[in-house]
C-alpha cells in the first residue's frame, strides 16, 4: 500500500516544514514591524478587534518579554500562538501518517471549534467593553 498511513514515516513530511518556515518568517516580520497589516475593523469603529496588538505581542516575544505580550493581546499569547504550535505538530504527525487527521474528528473536533470561537468573541466584547477595569486588556 504505497503512500498509505502506515507506509509514511517522519521523512515523508513536504508541506509541514514549508507551512513553518513560512509561519515564522511572518511571525518574525509582522513582531518586528516588517510587515504592517493595518487592522480594517479599527480604523472602520475605533474599536479593538481579536487580534489588534497581536503584532507588538509577536515582537514583545520576540525581545523575550512574556509581560509586554500578554500586555499587547492576551487571547493571541494564552490561545492562539499555542493553537498554531498544537496545530503544527498535528499537521506533522497527519503529514507522517502518525494520526487519522490534523484536527480532531467527528464531535471532539467540532467542540473544538465551538470553544475556539466562542472563546474569540468572548475576548472580543470583553476586551471592547467600557469598563474602566478592563482597560488594561486594550491593545
Same mark, same amino acid.
Given at each position: 500500500?504505497?503512500?498509505?498511513?502506515?507506509?509514511?514515516?517522519?521523512?515523508?513530511?513536504?508541506?509541514?516544514?514549508?507551512?513553518?518556515?513560512?509561519?515564522?518568517?511572518?511571525?518574525?516580520?509582522?513582531?518586528?514591524?516588517?510587515?504592517?497589516?493595518?487592522? +480594517?475593523?479599527?480604523?472602520?469603529? #475605533?474599536?479593538?478587534?481579536?487580534?489588534?496588538?497581536?503584532?507588538?505581542?509577536?515582537?514583545?516575544?520576540?525581545?523575550?518579554?512574556?509581560?509586554?505580550?500578554?500586555?499587547?493581546?492576551?487571547?493571541?499569547?494564552?490561545?492562539?500562538?499555542?493553537?498554531?504550535?498544537?496545530? !503544527?505538530?498535528?499537521?506533522?504527525? +497527519?503529514?507522517? #501518517?502518525?494520526?487519522?487527521? *490534523?484536527?480532531?474528528?467527528?464531535?471532539?473536533?467540532? *467542540?473544538?471549534?465551538?470553544?475556539?470561537?466562542?472563546?474569540?468573541?468572548? +475576548? *472580543?466584547?470583553?476586551?471592547? !467593553?467600557?469598563?474602566?477595569?478592563?482597560? +488594561?486588556?486594550?491593545?
Amino acid at each position: 500500500m504505497n503512500g498509505s498511513r502506515t507506509d509514511r514515516s517522519w521523512r515523508s513530511l513536504r508541506a509541514t516544514p514549508v507551512v513553518v518556515v513560512f509561519s515564522a518568517v511572518v511571525a518574525v516580520a509582522l513582531g518586528t514591524g516588517a510587515l504592517a497589516i493595518p487592522c +480594517w475593523f479599527q480604523a472602520a469603529t #475605533g474599536l479593538d478587534c481579536p487580534f489588534c496588538g497581536g503584532s507588538r505581542a509577536l515582537g514583545a516575544l520576540l525581545e523575550g518579554d512574556l509581560a509586554g505580550a500578554l500586555d499587547h493581546n492576551l487571547f493571541a499569547v494564552v490561545v492562539l500562538l499555542p493553537l498554531v504550535a498544537v496545530v !503544527l505538530v498535528a499537521l506533522a504527525r +497527519w503529514e507522517a #501518517g502518525r494520526a487519522a487527521s *490534523w484536527w480532531p474528528r467527528g464531535a471532539p473536533g467540532r *467542540w473544538s471549534a465551538v470553544v475556539l470561537v466562542v472563546l474569540l468573541f468572548m +475576548w *472580543w466584547v470583553v476586551r471592547v !467593553l467600557p469598563v474602566p477595569a478592563l482597560e +488594561w486588556l486594550r491593545a
